[in-house]
């Protein structure tokens, strides 16, 4: 490898990267090491008796949550809250079900042997694009804007009042001529600007891959902060942390798709759901499942959007936050708004995100591989819920 030029160039810089290098690799490597090996071999696909939703952020798995994955368990099966580092107690009888945006490593404080992980996947470009609009949001509800596109409508509404005065000296803004709303300068951070922000180079970019290998910044792992600093100064290494991510996401009960929500959604109720009430039904408790009888039809129902924005992070709906634009208005404004991104910038996201980018195309490539490894789940499934459907319509039938 040719670290000449690393620090500006000259022998002693290249002297001094390459060291790094050697250290970082050492690092990664037993990191990467012990992660494999801490992987147990086995069928992943069959529910334990904890199930650990690891949420990433920006690919409506809050919706997940609350519309599939809840409606299984009921409330009574979620694990209760905490006030220590943890923020649940697993040890409680009824115990089951927990969901946190904590990354992987959290198994190192749950009975792995006991515990079954399922997450949900979004393509790294349109989960920057949530991210950064999620952010400009946030930011406006301090202001008097719900949202992104209240803010741009303002900004509009300023231009055309100062229309032929010199906007620039009277409020000293650095106003943009420009349609596009990933770009109002006046407003908000840019895209441009947004992606290369330290914060979102540390935690956004990546996210997904560091979140499954248990390598954020809120990582339960001593070494994760060296490791995640190696791996952003040498991205080579990155494929250490790729396999890792990818070996964990074969070993997990279920795998989503914000893409493919439909499919991800009949697949978690063919796949979990069966199993979710046989557990229930052993425990000689029925709640939970009168639940579940319509959780195919209303969430294969569920569009694009609301996926995306259905559920906000303090659990308000866009319906609450937004006032004169409906939601499918507001998706079809970012549609466009994402239209306009420079191809340039569009490039820049994919680079910062080659991780997220391999680890996606590869939760794709075996989505179907993991329905066909283990269909006998399939079978349980139909035999499952027509049991359910039996308990709910006439309790005292026999199926």
Same mark, same amino acid.
């Given at each position: ?27 990664v490597r037993e990191w990467a090491r012990s992660a494999l090996e801490e992987e147990i071999e086995g069928d992943g696909h069959t529910l334990q008796d904890l199930l650990f939703f690891l949420h990433v952020p920006r690919t %409506? ?54 515990? *079954? ?56 803004? *650095? ?16 895209? &441009? ?20 290998? %248990? ?22 290494? %990155? ?24 499919? *991800? ?22 709640? %939970? ?13 569920? *569009? ?7 559920? &906000? ?37 994919r680079s910062l995100n080659s991780l997220d980018l391999r680890l996606f195309k590869y939760a794709e490539g075996g989505a179907q591989e993991r329905v066909q490894r283990f269909p006998r789940h399939q079978t349980l499934a ?18």
């Open positions: 490898m040719d670290f000449a030029g690393v620090n500006g160039g000259g022998s002693v810089d290249a002297s001094s990267a390459e060291k790094d290098f050697v250290q970082c690799e050492k690092i %409506g798995g809050r919706t997940y949550f609350h519309c599939l994955v809840k409606k299984v368990y009921g409330a009574a099966l979620e694990c209760p809250r905490s006030y220590d580092k943890l923020r649940f107690d697993p040890r409680k009888p009824k115990c089951r079900l927990v969901a946190t945006h904590d990354d992987y490593s959290i198994m190192s404080m749950l009975p792995r042997e006991k515990t *079954s992980v399922m997450t949900v996947l979004r393509h790294p470009v349109d989960r920057v694009f949530s991210a950064y609009e999620f952010s400009v949001e946030v930011a406006s509800r301090f202001l008097v804007h719900p949202n992104l596109t209240s803010a741009t409508e303002l900004t509009k509404r300023i231009r055309a009042k100062h229309k032929g005065r010199d906007a620039r000296k009277m409020k000293g803004l *650095s106003y943009v001529n420009s349609n596009d709303s990933y770009n109002v300068e006046e407003m908000a951070m840019p895209l &441009h600007q947004f992606i290369n922000e330290p914060v979102v180079l540390d935690t956004v970019h990546n996210g997904a891959t560091f979140q499954v290998a %248990g390598l954020t910044n809120n990582s339960y792992l001593a070494e994760a902060h060296d490791v995640r600093h190696c791996v952003q100064k040498f991205t080579i290494l %990155g494929e250490h942390v790729l396999q890792v991510a990818q070996k964990r996401l074969d070993n997990m009960l279920f795998v989503g798709l914000t893409e493919k929500h439909r499919e *991800s959604a009949k697949m978690f109720v063919n796949v979990v759901g069966p199993q979710v009430i046989s557990q229930i039904a052993s425990d000689s408790s029925m709640e %939970g499942l009168s639940k579940i009888k319509s959780v195919t039809e209303q969430n294969s129902l569920l *569009s694009d959007s609301e996926l995306d924005s259905n559920y &906000h992070q303090d659990g308000t709906s866009d319906q609450k936050t937004t006032e004169n634009v409906s939601t499918e208005n507001l998706e079809g404004i970012k549609k466009n708004a994402r239209l306009l991104v420079p191809d340039t910038v569009l490039q820049q996201i139909s035999h499952c819920i027509s049991h359910m459907f039996c308990l709910f319509y006439t309790p005292v039938c026999k199926c």
